[in-house]
Structure formats: structure tokens, C-alpha cells
């Protein structure tokens, strides 16, 4: 994906969570979204544990503000 691309060639998480955005506004407009489990914070900058269920929200309308971020209705 190309959240992905942007993270391993340096960019930054707000970069990546756009380019995420981007890529389902463009496409289905589909964005799964899950949390952290407790004690994500010992382990933010690396791999940390996701809730074993998720959701789906379709992306009804959006508003790009400025530095990267958006107004989202899903």
C-alpha cells in the first residue's frame, strides 16, 4: 500500500494516515479501522497488538484541511 511505501522511505505517520486516505477515497472508499489492545504503548514505535475484531466504515464525504489532515464522514 502506499501508506506503507511512504513510511519505509522516511515519511512520517501523518504522510502515511494521507496517502491512506488518498488511496480509499480514490478507490472503494472503504477504511478498516481497529484498536490498539492495552499496552500499546511499550510498544508504539514498533508492532503493537490489535484488537482481534475490527470495522469497515465507507468514506461518505471528506474535507482536506490544512497539514495533511482531513474532515472525514464515514
Do not use: F, K
Not at 501508506?3 to 480514490?26: C, M, P, Y
Not at 478498516?32 to 514505535?45: F, I, K, R, S, V
Amino acid at each position: 500500500a502506499v501508506s506503507s511505501l511512504v513510511l519505509e522511505n522516511g515519511g512520517d505517520e501523518d504522510t502515511a494516515i494521507a496517502a491512506l486516505l488518498h488511496d480509499a477515497i480514490e478507490g472503494d472508499r472503504l477504511i478498516a479501522m481497529a484498536l490498539l489492545e492495552p499496552g500499546w504503548q511499550e510498544d508504539y514505535e514498533g508492532r503493537p497488538p490489535i484488537a482481534r475484531v475490527a470495522c469497515l466504515g465507507r468514506v461518505l464525504t471528506w474535507q482536506a484541511q490544512p497539514n495533511q489532515r482531513y474532515n472525514v464522514l464515514l
